[in-house]
């Protein structure tokens, strides 16, 4: 059962977060009772019922953590539960520094060479000169009455015994080399979680993983039993089919360690919705090219529905030759069919061509290849300035065609932070091609 603490650094808010994971639970239809976390933050409560999707509780660093309490059949998830909050310490608590989902490191967990960690320390902690630059070591913002760092360890062949004890010494920890690692490569998951879950809106016809040593892997859901067809690809490659799509946690370990879990479930309260134009029986959202053609759209009344009668007007006073009835907006047929709405999307006026200019553009366009769109353009900047004219030419390859081959030549670009910017030029591309 995957539970655990996490510390998370909240980018846009430029802020530390501490949860308490509840992961999916399955119970009998007969299952009764309740689960209570009570905190410094107040008492929160679960029935058997809330627990069918995972939960993020909220805390505060503290000691103690947390009261965990259950009654009737969850009584056994409290007292998991009980056993993570725990393990908090009074002084220091040591948790991954990943950008989403820091687990907690218990105090009996070595410390990996070459992993970033943050530290949550109750009094000021400050290592010796030589060991702070040694670990890169970062001051944080305070988290309550709480001190934070930021610190690296170094790559097992980078340090010396002296450095390595000193480093036992000052966190009273061992230390082990890099875990074997999983990248998730295609296709991307619609969102992160917290606590680093990737989360699917539709089970994926496969998922494809990258592994940074040749290692075994296992698949379990929440409820304990090994569901998914794992394909061994080749060495590095591993192939991922039959991701349940019942809201359980997918968990992939390589070699019993946890790395990764998925979860397919319902994401509309992520989907983003622009504004809704409608003309005739055409109807279609902003971010989007009108479907209709420039004079049935020029001669016909569009009509612009904002989802809110206060959009609506903050929307018509960025905006001429528009009228507002309630939460719509109209104009009439004959007007230029024009609208700003800044990140709900846009309408561009229609311009009617005339036959003859209209031959004369078809013809310019079959003289000449169309250009790159200006998302791939800027991305095949980041990749020059980032892996050089090598990396480049491979994501060129990519974008010309791309196969799965062409996906593995990709190497080290695969599991950057380019990625996901590379596969939206990507779908961007094929989208102008038809």
């Known amino acids: 059962m995957r539970c ?48 069918h999707t995972a939960r993020l509780v909220r805390l505060a660093p503290q000691f103690p953590l947390a009261i965990c309490t259950g009654f009737g059949d969850l009584l056994p998830l409290a007292a998991h539960l009980s056993g993570q909050v725990s393990a908090f310490a009074a002084d220091r608590n040591l948790f991954y520094a990943e950008e ?18 943050r530290l949550l320390a109750r009094d000021i902690a400050t290592p010796p000169t030589e060991l702070g630059v040694a670990l890169d070591w970062k001051p944080g913002q305070k988290f309550g009455e709480w001190h934070s760092y930021e610190m690296a360890l170094p ?19 061992g230390i082990r080399g890099e875990r074997p690692r999983l990248f998730v490569v295609q296709p991307s998951p619609h969102h992160i979680e917290l606590d680093g879950t990737y ?26 039993s090994a569901v998914t067809e794992v394909s061994e690809v080749t060495d590095e490659w591993v192939e991922l089919k039959g991701l349940p799509a019942d809201g359980q946690d997918c ?69 001429d030759g528009w009228r507002q009835e309630g939460s719509h907006l109209l104009s009439a047929g004959g007007a230029a069919k024009e609208l700003n709405a800044g990140n709900f999307g846009e309408l561009l006026p229609a311009v009617v061509v005339s036959p003859e200019m209209e031959d004369r553009q078809t013809q310019a366009n079959l003289s000449k290849t169309t250009p790159p769109v200006a998302l791939r353009l800027w991305v095949e900047g980041l990749v020059a300035k980032s892996f050089g004219r090598d990396g480049l030419e491979r994501v060129r390859c990519y974008f ?33 091609k038809g």
């Open 4 to 51: 655990g603490l996490f510390l998370i650094y909240q980018e846009e808010l430029g802020s530390l977060a501490l949860r308490l994971r509840i992961p999916p639970v399955e119970f009998a239809r007969t299952a009764t009772g309740s689960l209570q976390i009570q905190s410094v933050l107040g008492q929160r409560t679960y029935q058997v019922a809330d627990l």
């Open 100 to 117: 989403k989902g820091g687990r907690y490191a218990f105090s009996d967990e070595p410390l990996e060479c070459g992993t970033r960690y």
């Open 155 to 173: 790559l097992a062949f980078a340090a010396s015994k002296p450095l390595l004890a000193q480093i036992k010494q000052f966190f009273g920890r």
């Open 199 to 224: 989360v699917y809106p539709e089970s994926p016809e496969t998922i494809l993983l990258r592994r940074s040593t040749n290692g075994k892997i296992t698949v379990h859901t929440s409820v304990g």
């Open 251 to 319: 968990t992939v370990s390589i070699n019993g360690s946890e790395q990764v879990v998925f979860r397919v479930e319902p994401c509309g309260l992520f989907r983003p919705a622009g504004l809704v134009a409608i003309s005739g029986d055409a109807e279609w959202e902003l971010f989007a090219d009108a479907p209709v053609a420039p004079a049935q759209l020029l001669c016909n009344e569009v009509k612009v529905e904002c989802g809110g009668v206060r959009i609506a007007a903050h929307i018509l006073r960025l905006n």
């Open 400 to 432: 010309s065609d791309p196969c799965r081959a062409n996906l593995y030549r990709l190497g080290l670009i695969m599991t950057s932070s380019l990625m996901p910017y590379i596969r939206a030029a990507q779908d961007q591309e094929r989208g102008r």
